[in-house]
């Protein structure tokens, strides 16, 4: 208050001095009169140029009849008035809009007539155009309780400000590549819908989308390509949406859609079906045309949440179950999934403490040839038995492993702990050929997986032949550029390299030349049926039969009776791993058989 004070005395002051410029009589000839006047008008120009100089402050004088006497250039520049076209025109005329006329005239009468000042205030003011310009508007009353009072404003144009403010709202509520809602704006967008809808006693669909390997989309072709399919897509979105629905960009390549008026699952489908229809058409990147797919995950209001934020958070958990189910797929939400999210949280939690504690063991389980029996190497697999409560099914923990991350640090366990028992073994004099570990295509994701390979096989002082990996045939289809010249170095540096289950997954013939790979798994499944199902046979022969004449081992997983085996050993297969001869043990008791200390694991348990 103390500032704006002292500014409108300031203000006063030479708005005083401005205003007895404009009014100046003719001069005096009197030589000290005309001396004392010539000082006073040079100050005055002065003081003009000053208001002149500055571009963003207009200044304007009005008479009691609010009619122009003062025009600067800056109001000029603000308000598109030359001041031959400003000077006598009124007040409201020039530029206050229409709805402010009248209660303008009236502030200004009550200023003259009863002296309550017109307060400083923002304001939107009219252009010559007819445009809105926002100004901050400070007014002083010069002579005033006279017969001829003038009123001076000062608007300092806001143009900038309220643009920057603009700018700063839409980058804080909006997406700036696709201008959609982010997904704050979205929530509380979505809650406004929700309690209109919720008197109504109508449904609402909420579908999450996100694009299948965008980042390989960025990584291959570039963020601007990876720009202009998001570009493209949020075009084909915006244009199947009815006015009422609701669409925004939450992340990177993830999209919100909230359809109000759904409630049965037959019309939920149908709006499903057609957002899936606008991924049929190639998107143009590149100069090529490029097949995309989206997961999509959908839940419904009120069944499986009551306000924005719960639907997101239940549809992005069905978006993630369909997107575990391959591309393209789509999931709709219940109850159970998010049980089983939280199941898999703590399980992650658990995990993780878990490899602190030391609660992790290596079980080996022999392969052995097929016709003599002897042992020729062994496959290392993870076990995890809690210090409270029963052991925990690999089949469990490491898909909890993969989607938390947690694989990369589990991985790296397995690794240091088959080179470790190997290199012990070694030491021991225990006859053994190699230690063979699984590693998923989410380990082959980090980009020095190979290099820590290398480094932990050389902590031990281990070649090439002394440890192996097994992949399985999607790990290996799915694999880029990048990891299948990481498998080719392996491959020429002498590492055995294994395809897993073969047969279960994108079989091709065409990818045993292609990948770099020394030996087959045949699937247990086959092993089971082939002495009972002539397809299986068949499928298990021509595999022992292409894998040999490829130069590769091919070895029988799952035998686990006499009937299996000699079928085994009748299609010449290599090696044979199953509860027939051996099950997965602790090093401590594979050691003392492969040291000939007993002759079989029923000898264990003497």
């Known amino acids: 208050m103390f500032r704006e004070q002292r500014f409108r005395r300031w ?16 001069v005096e000839s009197d030589d000290a009169v005309e001396r004392v006047r010539r000082q006073y008008l040079e100050s005055e120009q002065r003081f003009r140029a000053l208001l002149e100089s500055l571009p963003k402050v207009a200044v304007q004088g009005y008479d009691r009849d609010r009619r122009v006497i003062y025009w600067n250039e800056a109001s000029t520049r603000l308000y598109g008035y030359q001041p031959e076209e400003a000077y006598g025109g009124l007040l409201e005329d020039l530029i206050i809009p229409d709805f402010m006329r009248e209660g303008v005239i009236q502030a200004h009468r009550a200023w003259i007539r009863q002296g309550i000042e017109i307060p400083a205030e923002e304001l939107e003011l009219r252009h010559k155009s007819g445009e809105l310009v926002p100004v901050f508007s400070h007014h002083v009353m010069l002579k005033e309780h006279t017969d001829d009072p003038l009123m001076f404003c000062v608007d300092v144009d806001l143009s900038d400000q309220k643009q920057a403010h603009r700018d700063l709202e839409f980058a804080t509520r909006y ?16 809650d406004h819908v929700l309690n209109g809808i919720r008197h109504r006693g109508i449904g609402l669909a909420l579908v999450y ?21 998001l570009v493209e897509l949020t075009r084909r979105l915006r244009d199947e949406l009815r006015s009422t629905d609701l ?36 998107f143009g990147l590149e100069g090529r045309e490029r097949r995309i797919t989206a997961s999509i995950g959908v839940c419904l209001f009120p069944d499986n949440g009551s306000g924005a934020r719960e639907l997101i958070r239940n549809a992005d958990v069905a978006k993630n179950r369909a997107k575990l189910e391959g591309r393209g797929s789509v999931r709709f939400f219940h109850q159970h999934l998010h049980d089983e999210l939280v199941r898999e949280h703590r399980m992650a939690e658990n995990l993780e403490r878990a490899l602190d504690a030391h ?18 190497n062994l496959e290392a697999l993870l076990r995890w038995e809690p210090r409270e409560g029963p052991a925990i099914s690999p089949h469990e923990f490491i898909s909890v492993a993969e989607r938390s991350g947690l694989i990369h640090r589990l991985g790296d366990w397995v690794m240091e702990e088959a080179c470790r028992q190997r290199a ?111 397809k299986d046979r068949a499928i298990m022969e021509a595999a022992v039969f292409i894998g040999h004449r490829l130069g590769l081992e091919v070895v029988a997983e799952g ?32 050691e003392r058989i492969l040291l000939g200390l007993v002759s079989s694991p029923e000898d264990l348990r003497g």
């Open 559 to 590: 035998v686990e009776d006499q009937q299996q085996l000699e079928l085994i050993r009748e299609m010449k297969c290599d090696l044979v791993q199953g509860y027939y001869f051996y099950r997965p043990m602790p090093a401590a008791a594979i």
């Open 11 to 26: 203000l006063r002051r030479w708005l005083t001095r401005l205003s007895a410029a404009v009014a100046a009589g003719p």
């Open 424 to 534: 012990q073994w070694r030491d021991a004099g225990v006859s053994l050929e190699r230690i063979d570990i699984n590693v998923s295509g989410r380990q082959l994701s980090s980009p020095d997986v190979f290099e820590r390979l290398y480094q932990c096989l050389a902590r031990h002082g281990l070649g090439p032949r002394e440890i192996g990996i097994e992949l399985t045939e999607n790990v290996l289809i799915e694999a880029d550029g990048r990891i299948l010249e990481g498998l080719w170095e392996l491959y020429h540096r002498g590492f055995r390299i294994a395809i897993d289950d073969f047969g279960t997954g994108y079989s091709s013939l065409s990818y045993l030349k292609r990948f770099p790979v020394t030996a087959l798994k045949i699937d247990r499944s086959f092993v089971r049926d082939a002495p009972g199902e002539p």
């Open 359 to 376: 609660e992790l063991t290596l079980h080996y389980q022999p392969q052995v040839a097929a016709i003599s029996g002897r042992i020729e």
């Open 175 to 190: 997406d700036s590549l696709t201008k959609l809602p982010n997904r704050q704006t979205f929530e509380t967008d979505l």
């Open 247 to 282: 669409l925004s960009r939450v992340s990177s390549d993830e999209f919100v859609l909230a359809f109000p008026g759904l409630r049965c699952e037959e019309d939920v489908l149908q709006v499903v079906n057609k957002i899936q229809g606008l991924f049929k058409h190639p």
């Open 209 to 229: 989308l996100d694009i299948d390997r965008f980042v390989e989309i960025n990584d291959a072709l570039g963020y601007e390509q990876g720009d202009q399919l």
